[in-house]
C-alpha cells in the first residue's frame, strides 16, 4: 500500500504490507536507523519516536497507520549535520549512555518531557523515562543528563546577565 | 515479532465499520492497537483483516450527561488522564488513568480498546467493573448495551458479539457531595501489569459515614470483581480498619486468584486484601476531606 508520511518535517513516499510497523518502515524503507528494534512487541521502548511530539511505541503502530502525523525520529532532533542537540549534548558529558540502544528512545522521551515541562523534578523524569528499559541499568547518568539539559534550556530562555 | 500478513480498511464513518466487520470473518478492529499489535506480533491472533476505526471522529469524545460521564470508544487513554470533567465527575476514573499502562502506551492507547482487549490486570476495565459502568455497542444497524459485571467473561474474553464495534462506556456520576477514591497495585515494574490491584470510592453522609461503597479488585481473577459483600458491610460505619479487614478477608476468601511465575495465587489474594484495605481507607479519608457542595 502506498503512504504518505511526515518525518522530520519532509514529505516521505513508501509502498509498504499492511503489516509492516513503523518502526521498519523508518528503519528499511526510510533508512532512518535510529530508531531501534528491541523486543518489537512494546515493553522495551527502544522502538520510541514522537507522534505529533508524544512518544509512541513504532513497534506498535503499522505505518499505514502513521499517515497524516508529524512524526520525529533521532535523526529529527539534531540542529544540523554532525551537530548534537541540547539534549543530547548533555548525555555526552553526563555519560548518559552506555552501549547506546536504548539511547535515541530514552533523548526522544525527555525531549518531549522538557517540551512540555521545562523544571522536572526527579519524579517527573523517572516518571517519563519509566517506559524506556536500559539494559546497561544507567539510569543514573540517564536521569543526571536530563536534569543538566533541562537547566541548560531554563539558562537559556533567561536574559543575560541574570543569575 | 512479525504479524502475519492482513488486509488494512480504514473506514470514515462507524456505518462503514460495522459493515466491513459483520461481512466477514477473522476480521478485527484496531484503534490504538496496544493489546493487539503485541498479541499478533506474537502470532498469538492472527486476524485476516484489520478495520482500523481510530480516525472515526464520532467514536473519541467525553460527555457529560449529567447522571453519566459518556467516554467514546476510540478517547486516547491520554485525553482521559487530563480530562477536567472526568477528574470532577468520575473521580475513580481519573485515578487510575496514569496507572494505565507508561505513558506511551496512553498517548496512543484507548479506552474502548482496553476494555474490548479484557486483559485481567487492566485498570480501566476495573474501573467500569467497580463503578457498574455500561458498554455500549454496536451490531452491524443494531445499539446494544451490556453491564460491566457481564461484559468481561474471562482473560482477553468479553461478551462482544464478534461483529460487534463498541462505541462508547457509560461511567455514572455519584450525585452526593462528599467522594473519595483510592487505586493501589503491585507490579514488578512502575505502570507493568499489576498482579493485583483495588480500587474504591466511597461517599459520605454529613454525619461522615459511609452512605455508599464501591470496591473492586482486579489482576488476581480472569476478569475484575466487584466485592459489594464489602460495600455493603462498610454502609453506615466510619470505614474503622478493622471492619474493612474482616469484610475484605471474607469476600476474597472463596475465590480462586490466578497463578504464574510471578505471583502465586496465595500472593494474588494477600496482595489484594491488603491493597483493597489501603484503598478503602484513602478513599474514606479523602471523601473525609472533601467539601460538602
Known amino acids: ?163 | 515479532m512479525k504479524p502475519a500478513s492482513f488486509e488494512y480498511e480504514r473506514p470514515a464513518h462507524l456505518d462503514e465499520a460495522c459493515a466491513l466487520l459483520s461481512a466477514g470473518d477473522d476480521v478485527r478492529i484496531i484503534a490504538g492497537g496496544q493489546t493487539l499489535v503485541p498479541l499478533m506480533a506474537m502470532r498469538l491472533a492472527r486476524p485476516k483483516r484489520l478495520i482500523d476505526i481510530a480516525r472515526i471522529p464520532e467514536l473519541s469524545f467525553v460527555r457529560d450527561e449529567g447522571s453519566a460521564i459518556v467516554v467514546g470508544a476510540t478517547t486516547r487513554q491520554c485525553v482521559l488522564e487530563h480530562d477536567a470533567t472526568v477528574r470532577a465527575k468520575v473521580p475513580l476514573l481519573a485515578k487510575v488513568m496514569p496507572f494505565v499502562g507508561h505513558a506511551p502506551i496512553r498517548a496512543r492507547g484507548t479506552v474502548g480498546g482496553s476494555l474490548a482487549n479484557a486483559d485481567p490486570a487492566a485498570e480501566i476495565a476495573l474501573a467500569a467493573v467497580t463503578l457498574a459502568a455500561t458498554l455500549v455497542y454496536r451490531e452491524g444497524d443494531t445499539v446494544a448495551e451490556c453491564a460491566a459485571a457481564d461484559f468481561f467473561i474471562g482473560p482477553m474474553m468479553t461478551a462482544l458479539p464478534a461483529a460487534g464495534c463498541l462505541t462508547a462506556v457509560r461511567f455514572p456520576v455519584w450525585p452526593e457531595a462528599r467522594i473519595g477514591v483510592g487505586f493501589h497495585e503491585v507490579n514488578a515494574r512502575r505502570s507493568d501489569f499489576a498482579f493485583a490491584s483495588a480500587a474504591a470510592q466511597i461517599a459520605l453522609d454529613d454525619a461522615g459515614l459511609c452512605r455508599r461503597v464501591a470496591l473492586g479488585v482486579g489482576g488476581i481473577t480472569p476478569v475484575p470483581l466487584r466485592l459489594d459483600a464489602v460495600a455493603d458491610a462498610l454502609v453506615g460505619s466510619r470505614a474503622e480498619e478493622a471492619i474493612i479487614r474482616d469484610a475484605v478477608r471474607a469476600a476474597l476468601s472463596d475465590i480462586e486468584p490466578l497463578s504464574d511465575l510471578h505471583a502465586s495465587a496465595d500472593y494474588r489474594r494477600r496482595a489484594a486484601a491488603t491493597l483493597a484495605v489501603r484503598a478503602i481507607t484513602d478513599a474514606y479519608r479523602a471523601a473525609e476531606g472533601a467539601h460538602a457542595g
Not at chain 1, 83 to 107: K, N
Not at chain 1, 135 to 147: F, K, M
Open chain 1, 1 to 163: 500500500m502506498p503512504v504518505e508520511l511526515n518525518v522530520n518535517g519532509q514529505t516521505r513516499m513508501v509502498a509498504v504490507e499492511p503489516r509492516t510497523s513503523l518502526l521498519d518502515c523508518l528503519r528499511e524503507d526510510l533508512l532512518l536507523t535510529g530508531a531501534h528494534a528491541g523486543c518489537e512487541h512494546g515493553v522495551c521502548g527502544a522502538c520510541t519516536v514522537l507522534v505529533d511530539g508524544a512518544p509512541m511505541r513504532s513497534c506498535l503502530m503499522f505505518a499505514v497507520q502513521a499517515d497524516g502525523y508529524a512524526i520525529t525520529t533521532i535523526e529529527g532532533l539534531s540542529p544540523g549535520p554532525g551537530e548534537l542537540s541540547l539534549i543530547q549534548d548533555a548525555f555526552c558529558e553526563t555519560h548518559g549512555m552506555q552501549c547506546g540502544y536504548c539511547t535515541p528512545a530514552m533523548i526522544l522521551t525527555a525531549h518531549a518531557l522538557l517540551a512540555n515541562n521545562p523544571a522536572p523534578t526527579r519524579e517527573d523524569i523517572v516518571d517519563a523515562i519509566s517506559g524506556n528499559i536500559c539494559r546497561c541499568t544507567g539510569y543514573a547518568q540517564i536521569v543526571e543528563a536530563i536534569a543538566l539539559a533541562a537547566e541548560r534550556m531554563r539558562s537559556l530562555n533567561r536574559p543575560a546577565g541574570t543569575p
